[in-house]
């Protein structure tokens, strides 16, 4: 059983260029989290989606920043227009149900640099 | 809101030691779950040992234990027998247990160990 799938793993943009970073989750997971870690931060919540939607995005900048989860295909967050502050580690976690029991697991990350 | 503090930006052991990683957590919950990731130089987040807050017992996975205070909201992990490859960054996190946002991990920024051969 793969585990959680994220690409790139690593991705450089300039700023004002888009960034789109992918997420496939465990097979039979449909709940995906999205975690942003800052350099020498520890992770923080972005947004939490179920297959076609959103859960809760409370940790999520307003602007620039969506995040979806389709019916096929793997989760995306997209950053239009990234600045140097958009420099990040991006973790993407999943779990089959949303239950007190569950664990997220989480996927290697993409590291986005922005220049 | 939750807070998660880990005091010790970086810590030491020698090869086959002990070594014990704190963490302390703010909260008026009485029901959570506490967890410590591992994200070793591949920057992977690694799940090393999760405990509920409603059990008395402290979880033990191998040579990682946790000591579970929870009138004192502390959460320590001990690593018995430490070895080369646990040298990594160690994240406490909280869960809350109930309400809405009982999905939510919230992390302390984190504990670098290093271990000498």
């Known amino acids: 059983n793969a585990g959680v799938m994220q690409n790139p793993r690593h991705l450089v943009r300039r700023r004002g260029q888009e960034a789109r970073l992918r997420c496939s989750p465990m097979k039979g997971h449909s709940h995906v989290y999205w975690y942003r870690q800052l350099p020498e931060e520890g992770l923080k919540f972005m947004v939490y989606l179920q297959k076609e939607n959103i859960i809760d995005e409370s940790g999520m900048p307003k602007e620039r920043f969506s995040a979806e989860f389709p019916k096929e295909g793997p989760s995306i967050l997209r950053i239009q227009q990234v600045v140097r502050g958009d420099s990040a580690a991006y973790f993407c976690a999943s779990s089959p149900r949303r239950g007190l029991q569950e664990t997220q697991y989480f996927g290697p990350g993409t590291r986005l640099l922005v220049l | ?117």
Do not use: H
């Not at chain 2, 405990?51 to 001990?78: G, H, P």
């Not at chain 2, 070895?83 to 994240?91: C, E, P, R």
């Open chain 2, 1 to 117: 809101a939750q807070t998660v503090t880990q005091s010790q930006p970086e810590m030491s052991v020698q090869e086959a030691e002990t070594v014990t990683l704190s963490c302390t957590y703010d909260t008026s919950e009485s029901d959570y779950y506490l967890f410590w990731y591992k994200q070793p130089p591949s920057r992977q987040m690694i799940l090393v040992i999760r405990q509920e807050a409603y059990k008395q017992q402290n979880a033990t996975e191998n040579r990682f234990s946790v000591n579970f205070q929870k009138a004192a909201k502390s959460f320590s992990l001990k690593i018995s027998d430490s070895q080369l490859g646990d040298a990594a960054m160690y994240f406490c996190a909280y869960r809350s247990g109930s309400g809405g946002s009982n999905y939510k991990l919230t992390f302390g920024k984190g504990t670098l160990l290093t271990v000498n051969p």
